[in-house]
Nanobody, 120 residues
Framework: QVQLVESGGGLVQPGGSLRLSCAASGSIRSINNVAWYRQVPRKQREFVAALPSGGTTTYADSVKGRFTISGDNAKKTVYLHMNSVEPADTAVYYC??????????????WGQGTQVTVSS
């Protein structure tokens, strides 16, 4: 059973910083692609950043230059470093990963989401 668990959300003032974490656990052979998405009420979930295995990181235009996605293979954890946050960054943030299990099946997974609120 593979699971993604996010943490690090909370209340932050405009201009501040926050680091989100997404830890994968279970019978994992490899983590192929990871990404962060976010969603606000009554809107579709939107792409934030991606870290493909062996590829180049990509970012939504709205967060480029402010957010950084990174990963720690040993810890099976991906991070989203959020700097210079704005009220428009307020959302539930979701971790996404494409994972190959020890049984060699590849499946996509979502975390449960972590709330980020940017407000003074």
């Amino acid at each position: 059973q593979v699971q993604l668990v996010e943490s690090g959300g909370g209340l932050v003032q405009p201009g501040g910083s926050l680091r989100l974490s997404c830890a994968a656990s279970g019978s994992i052979r490899s983590i192929n692609n990871v990404a962060w998405y976010r969603q606000v009420p009554r809107k579709q979930r939107e792409f934030v950043a991606a870290l493909p295995s062996g590829g180049t990181t990509t970012y939504a235009d709205s967060v480029k230059g402010r957010f950084t996605i990174s990963g720690d293979n040993a810890k099976k954890t991906v991070y989203l470093h959020m700097n210079s946050v704005e009220p428009a960054d307020t959302a539930v943030y979701y971790c996404f990963a494409e994972i190959t299990s020890t049984a060699r099946s590849t499946t996509t997974y979502w975390g449960q989401g972590t709330q980020v609120t940017v407000s003074s």
